[in-house]
């Protein structure tokens, strides 16, 4: 944890987390010196080290180097620099590259179960090269820290640290260009950001422009980190306000200062520079989780898409299963891109997510955890996420998500959904969306979307229209039935990239009649099942129906196999009965 500047004013001691903007600029180009260099050993052999370096690729440094960055606030050791790779115990630090090396490496090149490229004792020695490297520059900014600060006037503000900005418009809109000691060093952003970060700023109103300064640099060094890699992935504009629109969700869980949708609270990455704009802790840490216990005072709704790092995603995924548990209500989004996943080299299956949390699927049971309301996994190549610098670039993903909804009883009284809240939701993810009179994001700018097809597009999975929330006399709103049930199959034999359909968690009709039969009329058949259970029950005997049927009876899309496939429940089995 790195420790913030404390001024004494009239009498009163305040202290001001603030980053002046000589640090973040000298951070910055203390970040390209050290690609540089690894470029330079990637490339010659004139020592041991160098040569153990042209054993490693560039995406694979990318990678470690981001996973400490989300990791390292879950650690109880101390750190030189946020950004930097800098645990002040050399020996984790060390330990912790080597690792990832040779753990990248391994699921790079043979898969999870093959042999490293290279020798592992040389991708031990570029784990050590890499280690002392990031160690020293991060000793470099902590001390060049240090001086500046010591030489800061008594009385800080933008004027006297010499920070202003300026209007800058061009053929593309407007942007605002906030610049220090006469241009020396300087950030631009959209105007929209600009507005979105001065009315979000809670801090001393004289050091608006050095806060901003701190935040745009700091995400704009981590995307120089992050470059040519899939870790920097986000939710877009889009998605966030259908989540709000369809879930009610006011809080994200893993965001930033500068992609924040509307008023939403949010757990940022760096609450050293973000704190200003209303950013909480990283969710999940031990020592301070402001998160949680926002949540947990009235309840909430929030959406979570984990860092791109198993251990970090496991983390939230135990913290969320653990808030379930009390009593106010609780409703949780979550997206998981297949990289919060260890070690997943195949198309996700139900079992995996215990993967997660060892709550999150019952093995022995076949029987996922009670909060699950609805999960899907969403192919690669169909979906997007927003990535760079916030101005709407999208990125396709390579790999593939998994959709999760998961709600305590309490939640699912209070955020409802049905089949329109999911199909909207996904849709604003796809690759096709094109947003009819949604002006919450600003303009999108699509890579490469042709020739394939938005999710929303296949019109083979028989989708039933989707009916409003049920009102329950004496317990007021609650979701739909199928609110309860919905899903995709979990294809055990399916792999990464393959288009999948989606089914119900549970196949619940015990017959062998095939899928073209069973799409004729699925509300049909649903009011029959109704009708059997309700028909010879009186008043008397009310307590009697089975009210866990019915929830199970959800109005998921059936599936669409040929007629000379037998059907497969959600766990890729064949065979019949109300649980496969």
């Not at 019109?459 to 009916?467: E, F």
């Not at 009210?547 to 599936?559: D, K, R, V, Y």
Request: hydrophobic share 35%; net charge negative; glycine share 8%.
């Amino acid at each position: 944890m790195t420790e913030g500047i404390s001024k004494k004013r009239g009498g009163i001691d305040r202290c001001m987390s603030i980053e002046i903007p000589a640090v973040s600029d000298f951070r910055q180009k203390k970040v390209t010196e050290m690609f540089h260099r690894i470029s330079v050993a990637q490339s010659t052999s004139s020592s041991s080290s160098q040569n153990a370096m042209m054993a490693v690729d560039d995406y694979t440094v990318r990678t470690a180097i981001y996973k400490w960055i989300v990791r390292a606030p879950y650690e109880s050791h101390l750190v030189l620099d946020p950004v930097i790779p800098s645990w002040t115990d050399s020996e984790k630090l060390v330990a912790f590259f080597q690792r990832q090396l040779i753990s990248e490496s391994r699921r790079s090149t043979c898969g999870v179960t093959g042999s490293p490229s290279g020798n592992i004792e040389l991708l031990k020695e570029a784990g050590s090269f890499i280690a002392d490297l990031c160690y020293s520059l991060a000793k470099d900014v902590s001390n060049f820290k240090k001086d500046e600060e010591e030489q800061l006037p008594e009385e800080l503000s933008d004027d006297s640290l010499n920070v202003h900005a300026r209007k800058l418009v061009d053929r593309d809109g407007s942007n605002i260009v906030i610049d220090s000691k006469g241009g020396l060093a300087e950030v631009h952003i959209s105007e929209e950001t600009f507005i979105k970060l001065r009315d979000r700023y809670c801090g001393e109103p004289s050091l608006l422009l050095t806060s901003m300064f701190a935040v745009v640099k700091r995400y704009e060094t981590k995307r120089i980190i992050t470059m040519g890699t899939n870790m920097d992935s986000r939710l877009s504009q889009f998605t966030l306000s259908a989540l709000a629109r369809e879930m009610n969700v006011n809080m994200e869980l893993c965001s930033d200062s500068l992609s924040v949708f509307g008023n939403n609270s949010f757990c940022g990455l760096f609450p050293d520079v973000e704190s200003h704009f209303g950013a909480l802790r990283p969710f999940g840490c031990v020592d301070n989780n402001d998160g949680e216990t926002h949540l947990l005072k009235q309840g909430g709704s929030a959406v979570i898409m984990p860092p791109l790092e198993s251990n970090t995603a496991s983390i939230y995924m135990k913290r969320v299963l653990n808030m379930l548990d009390r009593g106010v209500p609780l409703s949780f989004v979550v997206i998981l891109p297949f990289e919060c996943f260890r070690d997943l080299n195949s198309a996700l299956r139900f079992e995996d997510l215990n993967l997660l949390d060892p709550r999150m699927y019952d093995s022995q049971s076949n029987t996922p955890s009670r909060f699950i309301c609805y999960v899907e996994s969403i192919p690669a190549g169909q979906h997007m996420y927003d990535c760079g610098d916030g101005t709407g670039q999208c990125s396709m993903s390579q790999t593939g998500s998994c959709l999760l909804l998961l709600q305590n009883e309490s939640g699912k009284l209070h955020f409802s959904f049905n089949d329109a809240s999911i199909a909207s939701i996904k849709q604003s993810m796809s690759v096709n969306f094109l947003p009819a009179n949604d002006t919450t994001a600003s303009h999108t700018s699509i890579a490469d979307p042709v020739g394939l097809q938005s999710f929303m597009g296949d019109n083979s999975s028989g989708s039933v229209p989707s009916t409003p929330p049920n009102t329950n006399s004496g317990v007021g709103p609650v979701s739909a039935p199928y609110g309860m049930a919905l899903g995709n199959v979990f294809n055990n034999e399916a792999k990464i990239g393959t288009t999948r359909r989606r089914q119900r968690l549970f196949e619940l009709v015990d017959d062998d009649d095939n899928d073209y039969a069973q799409n004729v009329d699925v509300v049909s058949g649903m009011l029959n099942n109704l009708d059997i259970m309700f028909q010879n029950n009186s008043s008397q005997d009310v307590d009697n129906v089975d009210i866990e049927a019915i929830s199970l009876m959800g109005f998921g899309n059936p599936s669409t196999a040929r007629g000379d496939h037998p059907t497969t429940n959600s766990l890729g089995k064949t065979g019949g009965g109300r649980f496969g």
